[in-house]
């Protein structure tokens, strides 16, 4: 992580030696900016000397959102001031091969289009999502199953940002869409066990006539993983881990199967296998897998998945860096794939990451989805 707080350092410092030093303001308005973009993109730092965990911005709410809202104004200069540089290289050596001054005041124009995003774009990280309904064609879906219902919910991170009453009121809203079945494809929180247990507690109320089932994500294992995955089964929930379960309507069946995070192994834990998910499943019963990350889905196709579900990359968070974190997910980031047959659905996620609590033309998703037969 090191290298993160490292990364993270340089392009702050970017933005004070290019975009801060040459605004046009009064020293004490720079000096003040400058240490606003300095405090805001260090807070995962600060989380990891105070909490033990880059993870876990532990502050009060409020300071949590000021922090975010700091980060994100530092976030989006990099990419405005690093634009600026760009273009006015290439005008200055390649087009008019001469020295050239931008206008004065695109600086502070800049700087005030990069506060609005990052204000804009937190108030849309803590909104509790609309619903979106999609239908999914399944090839010799059984009758049974035409039209069957699942609500997936992912990466809800409960934390200081998503606390109880923000917890509350997706379990609301997901009950509301009588779904036959519901599914968290990870992340669900963000802390130990005894600093999470209230705000995790409106997850038992969640119901639907299948139950809900649930697969770890990579921050489980940041938080006592063993208790976390116990707590869920005490919440009512059914944890699949690399397992599945199968439904039954009449004669006919559908498998759901699913699979612990990538993260396991770097924890001395059971690393995903969807082989072993998937051994001994009816030979004739669709599968839907639940894999919180979406890297391995080209290795689930061959094995006979028709439908993978999960989230993780949280859709990208801003129009245009959703390209970069594809890059990181083998390709995936949001949205419907198709890879050699079956189908993959990376969510958008309920929730974010509090350490970047951000959105920016990448909505949060309460995501129903309808099965149908194709």
């Not at 933005?15 to 260090?42: D, E, M, N």
């Amino acid at each position: 992580m090191l290298q993160f707080h490292v990364f993270v350092a340089l392009a702050c410092l970017y933005v004070l030696v290019r975009h801060v030093r040459h605004l046009a303001w009064p020293r004490w308005a720079k000096i003040s900016f400058a240490v606003l973009l300095l405090v805001g993109s260090q807070h995962h730092l600060y989380s990891r000397i105070t909490f033990g965990s880059m993870f876990l911005p532990e502050f009060p709410q409020p300071v949590v959102v000021a922090v975010n809202v700091a980060f994100g104004v530092m976030f989006f200069l990099v990419w405005f001031q690093l634009a600026y540089d760009l273009i006015g290289l290439v005008l200055r050596w390649v087009i008019l091969r001469r020295k050239l001054h931008g206008p004065v005041m695109l600086r502070t124009i800049m700087s005030f289009a990069a506060i609005a995003l990052a204000c804009f774009g937190v108030n849309q990280a803590m909104r509790v999502p609309e619903v979106k309904e999609m239908d999914v064609t399944i090839r010799d879906l059984p009758d049974g199953f035409d039209g069957y219902r699942m609500v997936q919910l992912t990466d809800l991170h409960i934390s200081k940002l998503y606390d109880r009453p923000w917890v509350a009121e997706v379990v609301e809203k997901t009950n509301a869409l009588e779904a036959d079945l519901i599914v968290i494809t990870g992340d669900l929180i963000d802390g130990e066990l005894p600093l999470r247990y209230d705000d995790v507690q409106p997850l038992h109320d969640l119901v639907a006539p299948d139950g809900v089932i649930t697969i770890p994500g990579n921050h489980e294992y940041y938080f006592g993983y063993e208790n976390w995955m116990r707590h869920f089964v005490g919440l009512n929930m059914l944890t699949l881990e690399n397992d599945h379960i199968v439904l039954d309507r009449g004669d006919d069946q559908l498998t759901i199967a699913g699979v612990t995070d990538l993260r396991a192994g770097r924890t001395n834990r059971t690393e995903p296998d969807v082989a072993k998910a998937l051994d001994g499943r009816p030979e004739n019963a669709p599968v839907i897998l639940l894999d919180h990350q979406p890297k391995m889905a080209r290795d689930a196709a061959p094995l006979g998945v028709d439908l993978q579900l999960s989230g993780h990359t949280h859709g990208g968070m801003v129009w245009g860096f959703d390209n970069i974190v594809a890059m990181i997910n083998g390709g995936f980031v949001s949205g419907m794939y198709d890879i050699g047959g079956m189908q993959l659905y990376v969510n958008n996620g309920t929730a974010q990451w509090p350490g970047f609590a951000m959105r920016v033309g990448v909505p949060a998703e309460l995501t129903v989805i309808t099965l149908r037969k194709g």
